[in-house]
C-alpha cells in the first residue's frame, strides 16, 4: 500500500508541463494569481483573491470526542476541500494536531492486548474485567501516532490526485537562522512542485512551552497556533485559517448569555475581548489563537478563525470561507468608517421599538415629511439617479427593462410622494388596534391587539423607487428597516436614505431606517437569524430563489414564480377574452402578474374567438409556444413548449388546450405557482366553481391578472406578493406586516383560581372592540 502511495506522488510529480498547466490557468484567470505579499486583505470579499493559503487543523478538530483516535468523517471532508482548491491552482499548506490522540489510540490498543495474552495465560480470563490502563506519556504517544497521521493523510489525498509531503519542526528549528532557511526553501520547493506540505511540530521531542518567551517581535512555536502563525508570515501566505471547535471569536466566553460572535476583528479591540477556558484538548486557546492571529495579521497574513467541528458547516467550512463567505470571526487591520451591519441591525431594532410606541400621528407626520422630501428635493435625487444611470449605460450590464426600473424623473417623484400621503392616512389605525377581545372571567379581559413584526430586511434589485415606499411602510407599521439596494443604484439609494433618516429625526428615531452599504453579501446577510424577523426579497425571481435557498431561518415573504394563466371558457364573452388576454400579456409582459400560459376550452379551437385571440397576440408580435394537447391538434404548429411550468418575463406564452373548467382548474394546480390566475366566462356557476376550487393567491373572474397589485387593491403601496400558506398572501401592503399580541388584564387572578378547588369559573364572552392602551386611538 506504502508502495501504492509512493507511486501515485511519483507519477504526479513526473506528469510533464504540469507547472506549465498551473501557469497557463492562471494566465486566463482560471485561478488567482500570486500578490505582492506585504498587506493582509482589507474585506473578506477579498479572500477569493488568496492563492497561498495555510490551513490549521486544532487538536479538537482532528480528534474524536473520547480523544482517543481520529474523527475520520471530519478530517475527510477537510482533506476533500483541500485539494479541490489546491487543483483550482491554489498553494496549500497544513499545519495539523493529531499525533497524540492517534498514538494513544494505538498504544491503548497495544497495551489491552498485551494486559489480556499475559492475563490469559496466567490468572485466566475471570480476571479480564479488572484490566486498568496506565497514563500514557505524550511524547510517546505522540512517536506512535506520527507515522499513522501521515499515512492517513497520504491516504486521503491520493484519492484526489494530490500528492503530500511531512514536515516536523520545533522552535529550535526557527532559531537557527540555517535550518530557518532550510525549511523555507523545502516548503517552497514542495509548493512548486504542487505538493501539499502537511506540518506538525515533533511531539516526540519537543520541549515544554515556555510562557512569555517572545522575542523582539518574532512569535516562539508554543502550539500549533503560533506555528501556523509563524510559517504563514515566513512563506508569505495570503490566509491562514485556523479551524477549532468554537464558531470564532466572542466578546465574552462562548455560552455565556452576552456573548456574541464577532465578524471582524480589529487588532485595536483586545481590550473588549474576555477569554474563556482552553479547548478539551491541545495545549492553546481562544487568547493564544488570537494572539497568534494577531502576530500573522500584522506580518500581512489574513486570517479567519472558524468551527471545524460542526457537523453542517464542516464539509465546506473552509471553501466558504475563501469564496469570502461570512464564517467565522476575520481578522482585519482596515476598520471601517461605519458600524457592522449587526450594529445597523442592533441600532435599527432599538429605534424601531421607539417608532412603534410614537402615537398614529406621529408616525404619519414622519411619513409625510418623506412625502415632502421627495419633491422638494428632486433636483438632488435626479442629478444621483442621472450618474447610475450614466454608469449602467457605460457597463451595458443591464437590459432595457431593468434600465426603465432604475430610471427615475419629476412625475415617478411626483407619484411617489402621492402614495406616501395615501399611506399616512391609512396608517392612523395600524398599531395597537384591537381585533379581539374577550372577558376570560369577572374582572380577567384579554385582547388581541397587532404589533410590529419587528425587523426587516428588504433586498431589492434596480429600483429606487422601491425605497421610499417601503420605508413609508415600516414606517407606518412600526417596523424597523434593514434595506440591501443594488449597486447599480448606489447614489440614487444614498440620497433616498438620507431623506428617511431626515425625516425620522422629527420624533428622534432616525435609526430605525438602515441601508446596508458595506459589502456584504446577500447570503450572508440571510443568516442573521437571531437579529432579522423578515426578508422581503424585491427583484427577479432568480433573486428570490436564491433568497429562499439561503434563509433557512428567517421567513421571507414573496414568490420565486409567476406563472399566471388565464382559462377562456366555452361560454366567453369575445370581448372581454380579447381585452383580458392583450391586458395580462402585454400591458407589462415582465410583471410577475403578467399571463404566462393561455388555457382554452377545446370547444373553442376552430371558432372565430381562438382566430382573433391569435390574431392579436400575433399583432402585440407575442411568440407562442404550443402545450402538448394543442400542438396535437395542429397540422404545423408553433415550436412546442419545452415544459408547461415555465415564467417567460416578455412578450412571450404557452397555449394549452383543456376539455373542462375543471381540467383548467387541475391545470393550474399542477403547473402553476399560486400566484394569479384568471377565468374568463359569462356561466356565473362555473365561474363561482372555478374561485371556489383554485387556492392561488388571487383568483380573477372576467377581469385581467395585472390587478394583482397592491395599489390597484386600494392598499396604497405594497411590499411585494406573497404566496405562502401562512401570515400574508396575495399583495402585501400594511397590514401584512403587523402581527398580533395578547394583552391579558387581571386583578390577581391565578390558574388555581379556576381549578376544581377555585372559585371562579371561565366566561368567554366576546365583547365589543374598544379602546386598547391609555393613549391610543383605535377604531371599533
Request: glycine share 6%; proline share 4%.
Amino acid at each position: 500500500m506504502y508502495l501504492q502511495k509512493m507511486f501515485s506522488c511519483s507519477q504526479l510529480l513526473a506528469r510533464p508541463n504540469a507547472l506549465q498547466t498551473f501557469k497557463r490557468a492562471a494566465s486566463q484567470g482560471k485561478m488567482p494569481l500570486a500578490r505582492a505579499h506585504g498587506k493582509s486583505f482589507a474585506h473578506r470579499s477579498d479572500l477569493r483573491q488568496a492563492k497561498r493559503i495555510l490551513v490549521k487543523l486544532g487538536s479538537a478538530v482532528v480528534t474524536r470526542g473520547d480523544e482517543c483516535g481520529l474523527a475520520l468523517g471530519r478530517l475527510a471532508s477537510i482533506v476533500e476541500q483541500v485539494a479541490m482548491l489546491q487543483n483550482q491552482g491554489r498553494e496549500m499548506m497544513i499545519v495539523t494536531s493529531g499525533a497524540v490522540a492517534f498514538g494513544k489510540q494505538r498504544l491503548r490498543h497495544e497495551i489491552l492486548l498485551s494486559q489480556s495474552v499475559r492475563q490469559a495465560l496466567h490468572s485466566g480470563q475471570n480476571q479480564l474485567k479488572d484490566m486498568s490502563l496506565p497514563v500514557l506519556e505524550a511524547r510517546a504517544c505522540a512517536a506512535a501516532g506520527q507515522s499513522g497521521l501521515m499515512a492517513l493523510y497520504e491516504a486521503m489525498f491520493t484519492q484526489y490526485s494530490t500528492c503530500t509531503a511531512q514536515i516536523l519542526v520545533t522552535n529550535l528549528d526557527f532559531h537557527d537562522d540555517q535550518k530557518r532557511r532550510n525549511l523555507n526553501s523545502t516548503l517552497h520547493e514542495l509548493l512548486r512542485m504542487n505538493i501539499v506540505p502537511i506540518i506538525n511540530t515533533n511531539d516526540a521531542v519537543v520541549p515544554p512551552p515556555e510562557p512569555n518567551s517572545d522575542l523582539q517581535g518574532v512569535i516562539s512555536i508554543k502550539d500549533n497556533d503560533s506555528l501556523a502563525a509563524r510559517l504563514a508570515v515566513e512563506m508569505r501566505a495570503d490566509l491562514l485559517i485556523a479551524l477549532s471547535d468554537v464558531e470564532g471569536l466572542y466578546d465574552s466566553p462562548p455560552g455565556s448569555d452576552d456573548a456574541k460572535l464577532l465578524d471582524t476583528f480589529y487588532p485595536g479591540d483586545q481590550h473588549s475581548i474576555t477569554y474563556g477556558t482552553k479547548s478539551r484538548v491541545g495545549i492553546g486557546g481562544m487568547e493564544a489563537k488570537v494572539k497568534a492571529a494577531l502576530w500573522a495579521l500584522q506580518g500581512g497574513t489574513s486570517v479567519v478563525i472558524a468551527n471545524g467541528t460542526h457537523p453542517k458547516v464542516t464539509g465546506h467550512v473552509i471553501t466558504d470561507i475563501v469564496e469570502g463567505k461570512k464564517v467565522g470571526t476575520f481578522f482585519s487591520e482596515v476598520k471601517p468608517a461605519g458600524p457592522t451591519v449587526e450594529q445597523q441591525t442592533e441600532m435599527a431594532r432599538s429605534a424601531g421599538r421607539t417608532l412603534a410606541s410614537l402615537e398614529p400621528e406621529q408616525r404619519s407626520d414622519i411619513i409625510c415629511a418623506l412625502a415632502d422630501l421627495l419633491t422638494e428635493r428632486k433636483d438632488e435625487i435626479l442629478s444621483a439617479n442621472k450618474k447610475d444611470m450614466e454608469h449602467a449605460v457605460s457597463t451595458g450590464r443591464l437590459s432595457p427593462a431593468m434600465l426603465k426600473r432604475l430610471s427615475l424623473s419629476s412625475s415617478k417623484l411626483n407619484s411617489l410622494s402621492i402614495g406616501l400621503r395615501q399611506i399616512a392616512v391609512s396608517s392612523q389605525d395600524s398599531v395597537g388596534r384591537v381585533l379581539r377581545r374577550t372577558r376570560v372571567a369577572n374582572n380577567l379581559e384579554l385582547e388581541q391587539i397587532t404589533v410590529p413584526i419587528g425587523v426587516l430586511l428588504v433586498i431589492f434589485e434596480s429600483r429606487p423607487d422601491c425605497l421610499p415606499q417601503v420605508s413609508a411602510l415600516a414606517i407606518a407599521s412600526g417596523n424597523a428597516l434593514l434595506l440591501k439596494g443594488g449597486k447599480e443604484a448606489a447614489n440614487t439609494n444614498r440620497i433616498l436614505h438620507e431623506l428617511a433618516q431626515e425625516a425620522l429625526s422629527i420624533h428622534g428615531v432616525k435609526d430605525a431606517i438602515q441601508l446596508v452599504s458595506t459589502r456584504e453579501e446577500v447570503e450572508d446577510l440571510c443568516r442573521l437569524e437571531k437579529m432579522i424577523d423578515l426578508i422581503i426579497p424585491r427583484g427577479s425571481s432568480q433573486l428570490v430563489r436564491d433568497i429562499q435557498r439561503a434563509a433557512k431561518g428567517i421567513p421571507v415573504l414573496g414568490h420565486s414564480e409567476g406563472i399566471c394563466h388565464v382559462y377562456v371558457d366555452h361560454e366567453a364573452s369575445v370581448d372581454k377574452a380579447i381585452k383580458i388576454i392583450r391586458d395580462s400579456k402585454c400591458d407589462y409582459p415582465a410583471a410577475c402578474n403578467a399571463m404566462e400560459t393561455l388555457l382554452v376550452h377545446r370547444e373553442l379551437l376552430r371558432s372565430p374567438l381562438f382566430d382573433q385571440i391569435i390574431d392579436m397576440l400575433r399583432t402585440e408580435h407575442v411568440k407562442i409556444h404550443a402545450g402538448p394537447k394543442f400542438a396535437s391538434y395542429l397540422t404545423f404548429s408553433p415550436s412546442e413548449v419545452k415544459s408547461l411550468r415555465t415564467e417567460y418575463g416578455d412578450l412571450e406564452c404557452c397555449i394549452e388546450v383543456v376539455d373542462s373548467m375543471q381540467e383548467a382548474v387541475d391545470h393550474i394546480h399542477k403547473y402553476g405557482s399560486s400566484h394569479t390566475d384568471v377565468i374568463v366566462t359569462e356561466n356565473e356557476d362555473t365561474a363561482e366553481q372555478f374561485l371556489q376550487q383554485l387556492d392561488s393567491a388571487c383568483v380573477f373572474w372576467n377581469a385581467s391578472s395585472r390587478f394583482a397589485d397592491g395599489y390597484r387593491f386600494g392598499l396604497g403601496a405594497e411590499v411585494g406578493i406573497s404566496t405562502a400558506r401562512i401570515h400574508a398572501r396575495g399583495p402585501v401592503g400594511l397590514d401584512g406586516l403587523l402581527t398580533t399580541k395578547w394583552v391579558l388584564r387581571g386583578e390577581g387572578h391565578t390558574a388555581a383560581d379556576f381549578s376544581e378547588q377555585g372559585s371562579m369559573t371561565y366566561l368567554h364572552e366576546n365583547l365589543p372592540v374598544a379602546q386598547v392602551l391609555p393613549g391610543r386611538r383605535t377604531t371599533s
